[in-house]
């Protein structure tokens, strides 16, 4: 399994993805719906290399929004662990910071900007770029008036925007 894949799944699926277990609490599936047509096809070519076979996408259109929406769904358990895990090698902590960035982040005044509910994934991703020596800050978000009141942002600093992109090669735009 070419590692850098693995890692942009994990990534991914820890940004936009969901896990189900069984009653006895063991991974049963995980699911991941998109929104974004190149993210899903680059979830879609990840797959193909990470684990040699495809994943069927079903597409559906969200009522409300009127927007397609595609979703993959993993059921062999070898696959929904792997994806469950924190990445285990360089590789896969590269593709795991390009999987997330795809599905949580975005590029606004020459910064680089990935936010989350939760901050355990954004320290991960911190200390995954302390070790590729990219400047970054974590901050907690205050968003009075939303669903969700207080998240995290972490935000790569102008000087470290082009590092971010030729190191860890994310499929959005710059």
């Not at 590029?107 to 994934?121: D, F, H, I, R």
Request: proline share 4%; aromatic share 14%.
């Amino acid at each position: 399994m070419p590692d850098y894949h693995v890692g942009y799944l994990k990534g991914a699926y820890k940004g936009d993805g969901h896990f189900v277990r069984e009653t006895d609490g063991k991974l049963k599936t995980a699911t991941i719906r998109v929104c974004d047509k190149n993210f899903s096809e680059a979830i879609y070519n990840a797959c193909q290399q990470a684990f040699d076979h495809s994943l069927k996408m079903r597409e559906a259109v969200i009522t409300k929004t009127k927007k397609t929406q595609y979703q993959y769904n993993w059921f062999p358990r070898q696959y929904v662990g792997i994806l469950y895990d924190q990445p285990t090698n360089k590789e896969q902590r590269r593709g795991f910071v390009a999987g997330f960035y795809d599905a949580e982040g975005w590029c606004t005044y020459g910064e680089v900007k990935m936010a989350q509910v939760k901050k355990a994934p954004l320290e991960l991703i911190g200390s995954i770029l302390d070790e590729f020596k990219i400047d970054f800050r974590l901050r907690e978000q205050n968003r009075p008036g939303t669903l969700v009141p207080i998240s995290w942002l972490l935000t790569v600093w102008t000087t470290s925007r082009s590092d971010f992109f030729q190191i860890f090669e994310p499929k959005k735009g710059r």
